[in-house]
């Protein structure tokens, strides 16, 4: 995912001389040739994640466009206040790019996962949130982010991911991608659990549930119309992240029922609101906290009785 | 004196071929970080710090916080290396199902006192340490060890402003100053000089040294008396010890291949378990 927003980036740079990318010192291996094609448009400030939003803030409130690039905690929690205040109050054009969201870095410690993330980040007024699930999402989130201007918050994971769609799915800001038709029940997955809810959808297909399965890399805005589709159409929603079951994606989701005044059901698949204190490498640690294939599918198959 | 450096020389190079070791079969990164201040925490644990008090979680031992979390893996040998905790536990570093991640877990083992990792978080978790001390009219010290590239923070300077107004004399802070941090060159990132002289102005009291002489680092960590907190600039080498790794950036990210680690290891010798 990281190459394929580097390059999206570089495409956009090229073609518009106000566009900055701003690194917390991040990027070793990755900026260099950005960095000499466009020595004018890259800056790395340092390992000073607040000051890069509050530096941000001023190049956007003097024409600039930037877009900021560090480890997700860092670039969200570390810098929260700036973040509110600088970019959102002020509804600037800035957008964060938060590399290793979720467990990506599990081995690394709690200080490098990413779970509470999405949900402050949702939190702020006139922020948007996005999720990829694969280096096409994450292309065309960079994209969407330019296009729509505002603060945006984009998630993603680091590099060689694999390419999820075949081809480039129709996308844009507060709508989803339809994976799987079906008519049992709905799965609404966002950012890199994609891979694990197309695997659950399989192993409930063997078991002869048909799954609606979702892509919904836009977190905020959401998808009003797939989310009421899914409780009127399907008999339950499960909605899975790599992000804590509090305030995240799944929260998202509930909070949209509420608003249309759905009463559906719906079951929350997540990191369960604790720090994550197994040592290990990301399949390691979901398979150890319920968030793989075969748990989830378990799950399921528990709640609809089967 | 001489009997003690070479026995703590000695120790370094121990504990060096043990990273080594753990970082290449584990393929983590930091070996550099690591490398760079050895040498200081050999010095810090074998010589400075009440290691018993610490042992046995004593309200009077010292605190010792690694700032820049990232270089743990020393730390994790080294604590091992003295029976905070045993070699099995050591040799689960970065693995499925370990006791110690990537960066120092408060409560993961013994002698972590503090949870880093996130840079920057250190020197004011120090600092509440040292101004406790002086609350509960306690003798022990505090010591951390902060990188150049961390300098960046701004938390480091509000650490630094607080430390001296509260006249925090028990507090020791060692910056290693391997001249690098995570995209280059700390002189090309963000200048950081006149280093001395700004946190002379923080009013520290600032000692220079070379921070791969033990003698130096002794000599600069003990007894220490001074009505300021210390700070103790190390100038240090990335990587220090593995010539052919030495002051290179690429060594923060990349873990040792087969070669490259049969390579390494010659430096040791036979005599170094
Ligand atoms: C708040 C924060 N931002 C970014 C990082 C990623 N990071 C880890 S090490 C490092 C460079 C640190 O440089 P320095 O403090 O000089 O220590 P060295 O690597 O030289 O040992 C960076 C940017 C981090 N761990 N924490």
Redesign the pocket.
């Known amino acids: 995912m990281r190459n394929s927003v580097v390059t999206s980036i570089k495409k956009i740079a090229l073609k518009d001389k106000n566009v900055m990318l701003l690194s ?3 990027g070793f291996s990755v900026f260099e040739d950005f960095e000499k094609e466009l020595p004018k448009q890259f800056l790395n400030v340092g ?1 000073s ?1 607040a000051n890069m939003v509050g530096v941000s803030a001023g190049m956007a409130l003097s024409g600039k466009r930037c877009f900021l690039y ?2 997700a905690p ?1 670039v969200s929690m ?1 810098c929260f206040e700036q973040i509110r205040i600088d970019l959102c109050y002020q509804n600037l054009d800035v957008v964060l790019i938060g590399l290793g969201g979720g467990l990506t870095y599990a081995k690394e410690g709690s200080t490098h996962q990413s779970v509470e993330d999405i949900a402050i980040m949702r939190a702020i007024p006139n922020m948007k949130v996005f999720c990829p699930a694969d280096p096409i999402e994450a292309e065309i989130c960079i994209v969407e982010a330019y296009k729509k201007k505002g603060p945006t918050y984009i998630r993603i994971g680091k590099s060689g991911e694999p390419r999820l769609h075949d081809k480039k799915p129709k996308f844009s800001f507060g709508k989803s991608i339809h994976i799987f038709k079906g008519n049992d029940i709905s799965i609404f997955s966002t950012g890199n659990m994609l891979k694990t809810a197309m695997d659950t959808a399989k192993i409930l297909k063997d078991k002869g549930i048909s799954v609606n399965l979702i892509s919904m890399p836009s977190v905020k805005p959401i998808d009003y119309k797939a989310i009421s589709f899914a409780a009127s159409k399907t008999k339950c929603i499960f909605t899975i992240e790599e992000h804590s079951i509090v305030g995240g994606f799944g929260s998202a989701v509930l909070e949209a029922l509420s608003k249309l005044s759905i009463m559906a059901r719906i079951k929350c698949f997540g990191v369960n609101d604790c720090f994550v204190k197994y040592v290990g490498d990301q399949d390691f640690v979901r398979r150890k906290i319920g968030l793989d294939s075969d748990s989830i599918s378990n799950k399921i198959l528990k709640k609809l009785g089967i | 004196m001489k009997n003690k450096i070479n026995k703590l020389t000695f120790t370094s190079m121990e504990v060096r071929k043990k990273i080594l070791e753990l970082i290449t079969k584990s393929k983590s990164s930091h070996i550099g ?1 690591a490398y ?1 201040l050895v040498d200081i925490l050999i010095v810090l644990f074998y010589e400075i710090l009440n290691v018993n008090k610490i042992k046995s979680v004593s309200p009077d031992r010292d605190r010792f916080v690694l700032s ?1 979390g ?2 743990c893996v020393a730390l994790y040998v080294i604590l091992s290396k003295l029976g905070f905790f045993n070699k099995k536990i050591l040799n689960t570093y970065y693995s499925n199902n370990g006791r110690l991640a990537g960066h120092p877990v408060f409560g993961s083992v013994p002698g972590i006192e503090a949870s880093t ?4 978080h250190g020197l004011s978790i120090a600092a509440g340490m040292a101004l406790s001390a002086k609350l509960d009219n306690k003798k022990y010290s505090v010591y951390t060890i ?5 300098c960046d ?1 701004g938390s480091i300077w509000e650490a630094a402003l607080f430390a001296t107004h509260h006249k925090l004399n028990n507090l020791t802070v060692i910056l ?1 100053k ?1 001249g ?3 995209y280059g060159r ?1 002189s090309d990132v963000l200048s950081l000089e006149p280093l001395r002289r700004k946190w002379e102005a923080f009013n520290w009291n600032v000692k220079e040294i070379d921070g791969h002489n033990i003698l130096q680092i002794y000599n600069s960590l003990a007894n220490i008396k001074s009505k300021k907190p210390l700070l103790i600039i190390a100038k240090t080498v ?1 990587c220090k010890g593995i010539p052919f790794m030495e002051d290179s950036l690429m060594w ?1 990210y990349r873990s040792p291949k087969e070669d490259e680690f049969k390579k390494a290891l010659c430096n040791f010798g036979d005599k170094i378990k």
Do not use: P, V, W, Y
């Open positions: 917390a010192d991040m390992i994640e560090t480890f860092f570390r | 970080c760079s820049k990232h270089a990792g996130s840079l920057g902060i990188g150049d590239g961390e923070e290693d391997n690098f941090q995570g700390t990335h923060h």
